[in-house]
T-cell receptor, first 111, second 113 residues
Framework: DQQVKQNSPSLSVQEGRISILNCDYT??????FLWYKKYPAEGPTFLIS?????DKNEDGRFTVFLNKSAKHLSLHIVPSQPGDSAVYFC??????????FGKGTKLSVKP | KAGVTQTPRYLIKTRGQQVTLSCSPI?????VSWYQQTPGQGLQFLFE???????NKGNFPGRFSGRQFSNSRSEMNVSTLELGDSALYLC????????????FGEGSWLTVV
């Protein structure tokens, strides 16, 4: 049973527009969430994180929003650039202390 | 500061063989965790080592094992390889443990034929 779900396997966005990647989780005890970006043939790279005591965290073009009541988080990329094209994974800290990852969303930013 | 280093990057093994993958964490990081990535399954947690002790284990069969040395370098071993073990194996290191921000290596691509 998936505890962290990324329901959109892919997303296509025009350069300069906003990309919104979504993630749902099932366990209300999760207290720390992260987003990673992965290019082909490379390991995932940490992007941004958020603690459950916050509802928003920004870092440059990247903003993560957390809605605890809906058990939903989203990553906003504004403006989107072609170099943002990658697979994005969301992750949550599980009850055993390790990170639980979603299956990823492939973002394509078209020039 | 050097990142997480994994060796080998690519390898091909035959069913029934065993394989050992190596990981050198970021300097100063004592936590090393391992993940398996297969198409459609995302990143699946294998285990975490912290100060030479296995601290956490995912839901994988006993054929998957690991260890950590006193210099924090880690190895994972898969015995009696099956075709389904073909995957990207990722090592990640962390200062505080696998439930915090972890930093991944580039991975070891294992193909079992």
């Amino acid at each position: 049973d998936q505890q962290v779900k990324q329901n959109s396997p892919s997303l296509s966005v025009q350069e300069g527009r906003i990309s919104i990647l979504n993630c749902d989780y099932t366990n209300s005890m999760f207290d720390y969430f992260l987003w990673y970006k992965k290019y082909p043939a490379e390991g995932p790279t940490f992007l941004i994180s958020i603690s459950s005591i916050k509802d928003k965290n920004e870092d440059g073009r990247f903003t993560v929003f957390l809605n605890k009541s809906a058990k939903h988080l989203s990553l906003h990329i504004v403006p989107s650039q072609p170099g943002d094209s990658a697979v994005y994974f969301c992750a949550a800290r599980g009850s055993q202390g390790n990170l639980i990852f979603g299956k990823g969303t492939k973002l394509s930013v078209k020039p | 500061k050097a990142g997480v280093t994994q060796t080998p990057r690519y390898l091909i093994k035959t069913r029934g063989q065993q394989v050992t993958l190596s990981c050198s964490p970021i300097s100063g990081h004592r936590s090393v965790s391992w993940y398996q990535q297969t198409p459609g399954q995302g990143l699946q947690f294998l285990f975490e080592y912290f100060s030479e002790t296995q601290r956490n284990k995912g839901n994988f069969p006993g054929r998957f094992s690991g260890r950590q040395f006193s210099n924090s370098r880690s190895e994972m071993n898969v015995s009696t390889l099956e075709l389904g073990d073909s995957a990207l194996y990722l090592c990640a290191s962390s200062l505080l443990g696998s439930g915090n921000t972890i930093y991944f290596g580039e991975g070891s691509w294992l193909t079992v034929v």
